[in-house]
Nanobody
Framework: QGQLVESGGGLVQPGGSLRLSCAAS????????IAWYRQPPGKEREGVSC????????TYADSVKGRFTISSDNAKNTVYLQMNSLKPEDTGVYYC????????????????WGQGTQVTVSS
């Protein structure tokens, strides 16, 4: 089994920024995409962003477009989520995940989850 390890979460004021990292290791088979999901308190997990590993193309939830940026460092097997202009509704546990793909139903088919990192946006 491989693993995904998230880091970079914390407490931030509204309007502030955080940068999340996800390090992937130990996966025996190639994967074509890595995604960020989040789970607000008391709610279901929702997709935030996805990047196609080799192509570099990206997708974003409407709620984060223009504020969040996903990127990858292939040499380090690491994906990042730069989060700017944070809002209280961005609060939740953020998970790195390996989906089947970044489009349609493939986005919700998760092959592996990280353990999550807490992001709290509050004054």
């Amino acid at each position: 089994q491989g693993q995904l390890v998230e880091s970079g979460g914390g407490l931030v004021q509204p309007g502030g920024s955080l940068r999340l990292s996800c390090a992937a290791s130990g996966f025996s088979n190639r994967y074509g995409a890595i995604a960020w999901y989040r789970q607000p308190p008391g709610k279901e997990r929702e997709g935030v962003s996805c990047i196609r590993w080799n192509e570099g193309s990206t997708t974003y939830a409407d709620s984060v477009k223009g504020r969040f940026t996903i990127s990858s460092d292939n040499a380090k097997n690491t994906v990042y989520l730069q989060m700017n202009s944070l809002k209280p509704e961005d609060t939740g546990v953020y998970y790195c995940a390996i989906p089947a793909g970044c489009s349609g139903s493939a986005y919700s088919v998760i092959r592996s989850w990280g353990q999550g990192t807490q992001v709290t946006v509050s004054s």
